[in-house]
């Protein structure tokens, strides 16, 4: 299964809404993660299932879709949110990664 | 409060077999749906998913590495171990090991460097 994120780059100021699509070459349901990567660090988990916050994680950040078509949410960009992100598949082996989107803060 | 760290060498020569050892603590390997994979990522690249090992010794491999991947755990020492043969400078990458299920990967390594060169 393919997982194509778009956009790859974007540069959006403190405050903006920003939304991240990662689209599945066939259907995956729900099983669907979202991760977190600062340069330099360890991917975070953000949100697992498509839509469910991991504990711990802003509220600022939300996840919706279903099938083959998921976004990613933040609802208003922070510095700290300046990071890639990565949408994963659980539904079948390999569990494959999105290519990444990194997020610039202007 | 669980962790993971993975050690092993930081330069192999072309050819040789890698091997990476992740060690972890807060959970046990031998309990009912608990899995460890490891994720590997090229120097400015995306990752890219390798394997995991489930607590029943099911194993998953990525299809493109599996003739090459091997991953094994050692329960009573909270290891999860995984070997790569033929190195080549392509699999120059850091590599990350990850505990998780049909969740997602919750937990992760600090990952270690790995380059490839002779």
């Known amino acids: 299964i393919q997982l194509t994120q778009s956009p790859s780059f974007l540069s959006a100021s403190v405050g903006d809404r920003v939304t991240i699509t990662c689209r599945a070459s066939q259907g995956i349901s729900t099983y669907l993660a979202w991760y977190q990567q600062q340069p330099g660090k360890a991917p975070r988990l953000l949100i697992y299932a498509a839509s469910s916050l991991q504990n711990g994680v802003s509220s600022r950040f939300s996840g919706s879709g279903s099938a083959t078509e998921f976004t990613l949410t933040i609802s208003s960009l922070q510095p700290e949110d300046s990071a890639t992100y990565y949408c994963?598949?659980?539904?079948?082996?390999?569990?494959?990664f999105g290519g990444g989107t990194k997020v610039e803060i202007k | 409060q669980i962790t993971l760290k993975e050690s092993g060498p930081t330069l192999v020569k072309p050819t040789q077999t890698l091997t990476l050892t992740c060690s972890f603590s807060g959970f046990s390997l031998s309990t009912t749906g608990a899995a460890v994979g490891w994720i590997r990522q090229p120097p400015g690249e995306a990752l890219e998913w390798l394997a995991l090992i489930y607590w029943d010794d099911d194993k998953r491999y990525s299809p493109s590495l599996k003739t090459r991947l091997t991953i094994t755990k050692d329960t009573s020492k909270n290891q999860v171990v995984l070997t790569l043969t033929n190195m080549d400078p392509v699999d120059t990458a850091t590599y990350f090991c990850?505990?998780?299920?049909?969740?997602?990967?919750?937990?992760w390594g600090q990952g270690t460097l790995v380059t490839v060169s002779s």
């Open positions: 994963q598949q659980l539904k079948s082996f390999p569990l494959t």
């Open positions: 990850a505990h998780g299920g049909v969740s997602g990967l919750d937990n």
